[in-house]
């Protein structure tokens, strides 16, 4: 397993700002992942972040809205850009081991309220 | 498109009795599924996974069945303890860097 941590746990924001989220684990991993949890609802794959390479994103989520870094295996950031009401989430990022067989693990997320 | 979907949205069950959280998919493809569980203010924990050569997997207090004929999956926490109180998804892996889709989510709520 991955012990992972995420800064900030939580924060509330203004519309038209932006909030960079950092998730850092406890071993080098080869895949990060971000996800939305939407309130009440189940998790949306925002985009996979690779190490050394462009970060792959899923449809309906784009890099101008949500750009992400990965400057190495330990660590990756995502930011929420011009955000609105509607970015208002639960924001997790999770990690793949790499070892084959096994599966992914979360963070404690980032609980963010755009007023 | 392929999704991952659960029957029931809550779930009410007495301490000590089991529980059954249920789960469909659509892909016939996949060949790995997982169960996370979700405690209010938490990530999702792995809990247990099964691959499709198998039909049923066994861990501490959880079973894991897996009918490919149907679709279907399923989680049997034996002697549900109030702990087991949390949001539980099925999920499915895609592809060869372990993508996962989660389902819907069930709610399960253990009444002492």
């Known amino acids: 397993s991955a012990v992972i941590s995420q800064k900030p746990s939580r924060d509330i924001c203004q519309r038209g700002t932006s909030l960079t989220i950092q998730c850092q684990v406890d071993s080098q991993v080869t895949m990060m992942f971000w996800y939305r949890q939407q309130p009440g609802q189940s998790l949306t794959l925002i985009a996979t972040a690779n190490q050394g390479s462009e970060a792959t994103y899923e449809s309906g989520f784009v890099i101008d809205k949500f750009p992400i870094s990965r400057p190495n295996l330990t660590f990756s950031t995502l930011t929420v850009s011009n955000m609105s009401p509607e970015d208002s989430s639960i924001y997790l990022c999770?990690?793949?081991?790499?070892?084959?067989?096994?599966?992914?693990?979360f963070g404690p997320g980032t609980r963010l309220l755009v007023l | 498109g392929e999704s991952v979907g659960l029957h029931l949205p809550t779930l009410s069950v007495q301490e000590g009795d089991n529980s059954i959280i249920n789960c469909a998919y659509s892909?016939?493809?996949?060949?790995?599924f997982i169960w996370y569980k979700q405690e209010s203010g938490k990530g999702p924990q792995f809990i247990i996974d099964i691959r499709s050569n198998m039909d049923k997997r066994q861990g501490q207090r959880v079973t894991v069945l897996l009918n490919k004929t149907v679709k279907h999956l399923s989680l049997q926490i034996a002697a549900t303890q109030p702990g087991d109180s949390a949001v539980y998804f099925c999920a499915e892996n895609n592809g060869g860097y372990q993508k996962v889709t989660f389902g819907t989510g069930t709610k399960l709520q253990v009444i002492p």
């Open positions: 999770s990690v793949e081991p790499g070892r084959v067989g096994e599966t992914q693990y």
């Open positions: 892909n016939s493809a996949s060949d790995y």
